[in-house]
């Protein structure tokens, strides 16, 4: 398996590793998929992006297994941004499978990293 994100996206996209013509927009468009994610509250909360084809996806996913669906995930983003589907059913397909993903993504940081937001305040003993 590919470890280097941006030739494994080029591979997604059906691009030779050697074919750089396209690697700036795509690296726009990945680095524009991991902004969501952090938005999301998947990844490191400073934020992740890549320069070149030396970031990996062990820089990301670490030892998560659970998170291998970013690949899956950045691979359709950047499709739907670089290179769309032609037809309105393969558009709405990838939609649906983009939603689920980060769905299932949230939901993982929501069972491994969640914090309550409002935490109950200390009563004050008099």
């Not at 494994?8 to 991991?34: P, Q, R």
């Not at 070149?52 to 669906?69: F, V």
């Not at 769905?103 to 009563?123: A, F, G, K, Y």
């Amino acid at each position: 398996m590919e470890t280097s994100i941006l030739t494994s996206i080029k591979k997604v996209l059906g691009l030779d590793a050697e074919y750089t013509v396209f690697d700036e927009d795509i690296i726009m468009h990945i680095n524009t998929a991991f902004s969501t994610l952090t938005q999301l509250g998947v990844g490191p909360s400073s934020g992740f992006e890549i320069q070149d084809d030396t970031a990996e996806w062990a820089n990301y996913i670490d030892t998560d297994m659970e998170l291998n669906s970013v690949k899956t995930y950045i691979g359709l983003r950047v499709k739907q941004l670089f290179d769309p589907p032609q037809t309105s059913y393969l558009t709405a397909a990838m939609e649906k499978q983009i939603e689920s993903l980060e769905w299932r993504l949230n939901q993982h940081r929501e069972e491994t990293e969640w914090t309550d937001p409002n935490p109950p305040t200390p009563v004050e003993e008099v």
